[in-house]
Antibody, heavy 114, light 113 residues
Framework: QVQLVESGGGLVKPGGSLRLSCAAS????????MNWIRQAPGKGLEWVSY????????YYADSVKGRFTISRDNAKNSLYLQMNSLRAEDTAIYYC???????WGHGTTVTVSS | DVVMTQSPLSLPVTLGQPASISCRSS???????????VNWYQKRPGQSPRRLIY???NRDSGVPDRFSGSGSGTDFTLKISRVEAEDVAVYYC??????????FGQGTKLEIK
């Protein structure tokens, strides 16, 4: 069955960097666009970034533009999110979601704190 | 960006009774292709979001038929015909018509009265 497994979260200081990964299985990964979506503590869901199956088209939320970079490796069935210049407000559970956000991973927690 | 406004934000419901959640968008969500891209998600405590409904009224595989979605234009509704204990969760609407960005409602917390 379709499965998405995120990893790479952790505790990082403000200004630091982190790279999240999402391992996909159970479907032809390269055929699907993918998203990162996050949920800050006590808050709602916020879309972060989108990438097409080939990686040719990418979008970011204004809140992360210029700091985060989405990428994918179709040979490895993996999605990535490189997060630089992290801020306290980036603290959240980060989910990868396939296609039109139909299947979500379990999430990985990012905490930005000194 | 399209703003999605849900109501109520808190919904106490007696077991076996119906529940209804409203979602209103700041502009029409009819896409140029004629479809309306509104999804509903269920997020149970400690779990990842689960899509229940896509394109306004289509139930995802495995979703109980007590869940239904309806609406058009700017007004959308998620209904649960008879609430069960496992339905305790936060429910979100999301639009994917005018993107980027996808935008979500604030969430409606359903609890058992």
């Amino acid at each position: 069955q379709v499965q998405l497994v995120e990893s790479g979260g952790g505790l990082v200081k403000p200004g630091g960097s982190l790279r999240l990964s999402c391992a996909a299985s159970g479907f032809t990964f390269s055929d699907y666009y993918m998203n990162w979506i996050r949920q800050a503590p006590g808050k709602g869901l916020e879309w972060v970034s989108y990438i097409t199956g080939t990686g040719s088209t990418i979008y970011y939320a204004d809140s992360v533009k210029g700091r985060f970079t989405i990428s994918r490796d179709n040979a490895k069935n993996s999605l990535y999110l490189q997060m630089n210049s992290l801020r306290a407000e980036d603290t959240a559970i980060y989910y990868c979601a396939s296609g039109a956000a139909d299947v979500w991973g379990h999430g990985t927690t990012v905490t930005v704190s000194s | 960006d399209v703003v999605m406004t849900q109501s109520p934000l808190s919904l106490p419901v007696t077991l076996g009774q119906p529940a209804s959640i409203s979602c209103r968008s700041s502009q029409s969500l009819v896409h140029n292709d004629g479809n309306t891209y509104v999804n509903w998600y269920q997020k149970r405590p400690g779990q990842s979001p689960r899509r229940l409904i896509y394109k306004v009224s289509n139930r995802d595989s495995g979703v109980p038929d007590r869940f239904s979605g309806s609406g058009s234009g700017t007004d959308f509704t998620l209904k649960i015909s008879r609430v069960e204990a496992e339905d305790v969760a936060v429910y979100y609407c999301m639009q994917a018509t005018h993107w980027p960005p996808y935008t979500f409602g604030q969430g409606t917390k359903l609890e058992i009265k």
